[in-house]
Nanobody
Framework: QVQLVESGGGLVQAGGSLRLSCAASGRTFSGYAMGWFRQAPGKEREFVSSISGSGISTYSADSVKGRFTISRDNANKTVYLQMNSLKPEDTAIYYC??????????????????WGQGTQVTVSS
């Protein structure tokens, strides 16, 4: 069993930055990949970024490449999403998720068995 708790969301102006955190508890953190997803009002949840168990490999959606950076601290069982140059279209609830079936990255939601409760990010224009 894995418990995930996100934090760091809030209201920011376009062009600003936020850093999201996701604290995990339970199973060996370094043994599985982590991902960030988001869901905007009226839209389906979509992939944002993923990081392998070791932290060496990352994969991000084209819409956030060059602006968002995923990282992890295995000693503290935490994954981060640094978001820079935020745009109004980044407004969404952001969820972190754990892919406990393996350490490799994935953009597929069904690969992730555990999800946090989400944190709201609002970008004003």
């Amino acid at each position: 069993q894995v418990q995930l708790v996100e934090s760091g969301g809030g209201l920011v102006q376009a062009g600003g930055s936020l850093r999201l955190s996701c604290a995990a508890s339970g199973r060996t953190f370094s043994g599985y990949a982590m991902g960030w997803f988001r869901q905007a009002p009226g839209k389906e949840r979509e992939f944002v970024s993923s990081i392998s168990g070791s932290g060496i490999s990352t994969y991000s959606a084209d819409s956030v490449k060059g602006r968002f950076t995923i990282s992890r601290d295995n000693a503290n069982k935490t994954v981060y999403l640094q978001m820079n140059s935020l745009k109004p279209e980044d407004t969404a609830i952001y969820y972190c998720a754990a892919k406990t079936t393996g350490w490799s990255t994935s953009a597929r939601q069904y690969d992730y068995a555990y999800w946090g409760q989400g944190t709201q990010v609002t970008v004003s224009s």
